[in-house]
């Protein structure tokens, strides 16, 4: 189980992969694409945080399996607390209760 | 089959039975504590969600006041710097410790410029009268929640640029530690480990660049 | 090395290797980590337990006579800062957890010795800033800091409590992280998941809800502190802000703090039902994923603190019912502790006394906790004593007695003495005893409406108050007696043998007290967990 060397040529393919994906979304940024806007920025966000953490971050190389785990687990745990914590924001109102 | 007659390789510890355990232990600890990290990051981003949602336009407006061009440049830095440091990887893994230390300094450099240029944007919002609280002289509607828009911009990304400061540092002495030779191609885990934890810096940046600098205006 | 021959020879052991203060300041054994550990948390417990015995003594007039409503707040906030951060979310896993896991894994040490040593420091740090609170006026806001008043009102040491508390929180994380990469990767060759002892799995649940929820808490008190320093912040609802997104943040974890507490404490009782039922226990698998859904299910439930705080009704409704799924696999667990005692052959040592002691207790505080999930029950009962009875049947009756257990079933292993199994029975009964008699009557109180954190009440609550500080005076008879004869022991107590219970688990397999590395050859594990037919040793007769 010895240490997977990643090429230089696939972390330049990222690095510009990466360049290029901040060149768009700071274009897009100026150009109003209404309701898409927040959603298409937080996509390209998501894809460029993808690629520095399987790639620069070798999660894509890693022989322990556990390590995806908690990867996974770190922004789904992330995730519960966006998710519950809005459930109180959004649905306040919803049942006419005084108050709630 | 793991007992101390085993001719102990240079650099590993006395409770792990090899260098395999040692490497998978130390990798697996950074990535449990960037998970920690992502927590306490993710609070902040509870917060940004939780008022962006019931104030949009508030939001909006303290975003249009963000110098664009530096959160830009700053984003473009530390990519450059994420590549730089992927590669000091490469480098120790096939032996060039020179070359490993240069572009970790690089990488430490670069960390430099952004918290200059961060200086820099933090100064022009003091002079512009756009730090919450009694300095703030920002003419704009619902003056209070962009307050609290740009306190949580101010707690963001000096949280975020504390923990530059520390991969500064971290980047730089373990570059220090790569010239003096003393890592090899079987031994380097700190170069791993701190290359992880800068990449994680730079997972938050990709997260708060849009988040702080490009909210789209709201329509007239 | 001694020049003086002793009558017998003293094995090296981790204790007598070195005696120098450096030695153990310094220390990177996990065994010497565990009894520094020991003693500072022994220590914060008795810091805890006097503001107890304060607010004890104010009850027992319905009048506000013994201090002044402001001081009355500081003693309650103290103490439940205290026995919360520093005493009950270190205690099993810095304690035990610390000396065990290596050794039940066959490890010679945690995958980051000096990671835990610092974890140590960040703790007496974080406590020391906290007796300097102490010392100068306290900290009135109540464990749970809710804004504005935290962060805008009160005139207490709050920014200095959130920075000890911050600290006793990094302790913590460094605690859980090493666990978790020591269980994963350390484990002796054969030993797979499916043969580890439960308190392992325990532990490792435990050390999850410590990774992911302990930073949450840590930015949401730094906001209050720093909304406290500046005078600006994001909970002001002068500002568009809202006190309720404090509670959110700080229940995130505060909630799973619980689990972080009781987990620990299952953790020990399913290794002291086992050995002293002499049986394996009923539904292994059952029991260790039970575990993990608590650690997992226990991050779904926490605005069931919030319930009538504003939030959202129809949130409200979704966190109640996700509160009643959360009592299941704690639920399981009694069942099958129970199920392992049903044909076992028992024997009533005091670890076991304790853990039967556990078992009830724990099953009475975690009923009352589905009665809080109620809504409806929620909206009369919030804010009462019948509250304080639900957490103290659990975190006392549950927590602490299952430390007790634990200190008392592996006190031959680290300190290879045994204790005087006379007095260990009189305590554990004392202590049950006292412990009912203090905290019963507080859930008819509740009940009866009397809210908490008052230090004066109407008349008529007077004589369960009575009560409860009578039972509160038995209670802390019952506490002091462990720590006399436990000391005593250490000088006086019968020489342990390396496995006196006759139980399973490789820490059994060493000597008592264990050599500094634990196991001079890594064993290779090729049998089940709890597989009494491995074990060669006879009980000790007590």
Redesign the interface.
């Given at each position: 189980m010895a240490e997977h060397v990643v090429s230089r040529k696939t972390y330049l393919v990222v690095w510009v992969a990466l360049m290029a994906l901040m060149i768009l979304t700071a274009g897009l940024s100026r150009i109003n694409l209404g309701e898409w806007s927040t959603a298409i920025a937080m996509a390209i966000a998501v894809i460029k945080a993808l690629l520095v953490i399987l790639f620069f971050m070798h999660v894509r190389y890693e022989d322990q399996k556990i390590t995806w785990v908690v990867v996974v687990a770190g922004f789904f745990w992330l995730g519960i607390l966006l998710a519950l914590t809005m459930t109180d924001y959004v649905t306040r109102g919803y049942l006419g209760v005084a108050g709630h | 089959?793991?007992?101390s007659t085993v001719v102990a390789a240079r650099g590993l510890r006395?409770?792990?039975?090899d260098m395999?355990?040692q490497?998978?232990?130390a990798?697996?600890?950074m990535?449990?504590?960037?998970?920690?990290?992502?927590?306490?990051?993710?609070?902040?981003?509870?917060?940004y969600?939780?008022?962006r949602?019931?104030?949009f336009e508030?939001w909006a407006i303290g975003s249009a006041h963000m110098d664009?061009w530096i959160g830009?440049i700053n984003?473009?830095i530390l990519?450059?710097s994420?590549?730089l440091?992927?590669?000091s990887?490469?480098a120790i893994?096939?032996g060039q410790n020179r070359l490993c230390a240069i572009y970790l300094w690089i990488a430490s450099a670069m960390g430099v410029a952004f918290l200059v240029l961060k200086g820099i944007e933090y100064h022009a919002h003091y002079v512009e009268g756009a730090v919450?609280?009694?300095l703030w002289r920002l003419q704009v509607a619902?003056s209070?929640?962009v307050?609290?828009f740009f306190?949580?911009y101010f707690?963001m990304t000096g949280l975020h640029a504390l923990h530059v400061t520390i991969g500064i540092g971290l980047l730089a002495v373990i570059g220090g530690y790569a010239a003096k030779g003393r890592y090899s191609p079987t031994y380097h885990n700190p170069v791993?480990v701190s290359?992880?934890y800068w990449?994680?810096v730079?997972?938050v940046w990709?997260?708060l660049?849009?988040l702080l600098?490009?909210?789209?205006?709201p329509?007239a | 090395m001694a020049t003086v021959t002793v009558p017998a020879v003293e094995r090296e052991n981790y204790l007598n290797t070195d005696f120098t203060v450096k030695s153990w300041l310094l220390t990177t054994d996990h065994k010497r980590i565990a009894i520094l550990y020991l003693l500072s948390i022994t220590a914060m417990f008795f810091v805890g337990g006097i503001a107890a015995t304060l607010i004890r003594i104010e009850l027992l007039t319905p009048a506000g006579d013994l201090m002044s409503s402001d001081t009355y707040n500081k003693m309650f906030s103290i103490h439940g800062i205290i026995m919360v951060f520093f005493f009950l979310i270190p205690s099993i896993p810095a304690v035990l957890g610390n000396f065990l896991v290596p050794m039940m894994i066959g490890a010679k040490d945690l995958a980051f010795p000096k990671i835990n040593l610092a974890s140590w420091y960040f703790y007496i740090t974080g406590a020391g800033l906290l007796m300097y609170v102490i010392l100068t006026g306290g900290v009135d806001t109540g464990w749970t800091f809710y804004v504005p008043y935290s962060s805008t009102y009160s005139n207490s040491n709050v920014i200095t409590a959130i920075a000890g508390i911050f600290l006793a929180g990094f302790s913590s994380i460094f605690t859980g992280f090493n666990f978790i990469v020591t269980i994963h990767r350390m484990r002796a060759p054969g030993l797979t998941w499916g043969r580890l002892p439960l308190f392992i799995w325990s532990h490792y649940a435990t050390s999850v809800i410590m990774v992911l929820g302990t930073p949450v808490v840590a930015i949401a008190l730094s906001l209050v502190a720093l909304e406290r320093a500046f005078h600006m912040g994001i909970f002001d609802p002068r500002l568009g802000g809202d006190p309720l997104l404090f509670q959110h943040m700080f229940w995130f974890y505060s909630h799973p703090a619980v689990y972080i507490m009781i987990l620990p404490s299952m953790a020990v009782i399913s290794e002291v039902v086992s050995t002293f039922s002499r049986k394996r226990i009923f539904g292994y698998m059952a029991v260790a994923l039970a575990s993990i859904s608590i650690a997992v299910f226990g991050f779904l439930v926490w605005a069931h603190h919030m319930f009538v705080a504003g939030m959202s009704a129809y949130a409200a409704l979704v966190f109640s019912l996700l509160s009643y799924f959360v009592a299941v696999p704690s639920a399981i667990k009694v069942f099958n502790w129970t199920a392992t005692m049903y044909k076992g052959s028992v024997s009533l040592n005091t670890p076991m006394l304790y853990a039967m002691g556990f078992i009830g207790l724990f099953t009475m505080g975690g009923m009352t906790g589905l009665y809080l999930s109620a809504l409806g029950i929620d909206v009369q009962v919030h804010h009462t004593y019948f509250v304080i009875a639900h957490f103290h049947y659990i975190m006392v009756g549950g927590a602490v007695m299952g430390y007790l257990a634990g200190i008392h079933y592996w006190w031959p292993k680290i300190s290879g003495r045994m204790y005087p199994e006379a007095w260990g029975k009189i305590a554990a009964g004392t202590i049950f005893i006292g412990f009912n008699l203090t905290f019963f009557p507080q859930f008819v109180l509740g009940y009866l409406g009397m809210p908490r954190r008052y230090h004066s009440y109407p008349p008529e609550y007077q004589v369960l108050n009575v009560m409860s500080t009578a039972g509160a005076s038995i209670l802390a008879v019952g506490y002091v007696l462990p720590l006399a004869y436990l000391l005593w022991s250490l000088r006086y107590g019968e020489v342990a043998p390396d496995n006196p219970w006759a139980a399973t688990g490789l820490e059994w397999r060493t000597p008592s007290p264990p050599p500094t590395e634990n196991f001079p050859e890594t064993p290779i594990v090729t049998w089940e967990a709890y597989d009494y037919s491995t074990v060669r040793e006879e009980p000790v007769a007590r």
């Open positions: - | 089959m793991h007992d006395h409770h792990f039975a395999e355990q490497r998978a232990s990798t697996l600890g990535w449990v504590f960037l998970i920690t990290e992502i927590m306490f990051f993710g609070g902040l981003f509870a917060a969600l939780v008022y949602t019931t104030h508030a664009f830009t984003t473009v990519l450059c994420s590549l440091v992927a590669l990887v490469h893994q096939v919450p609280g009694s619902d209070r929640t307050q609290m306190y949580i707690v791993h290359g992880l990449h994680f730079d997972v990709i997260f660049y849009p600098y490009l909210i789209p205006h329509k | -």
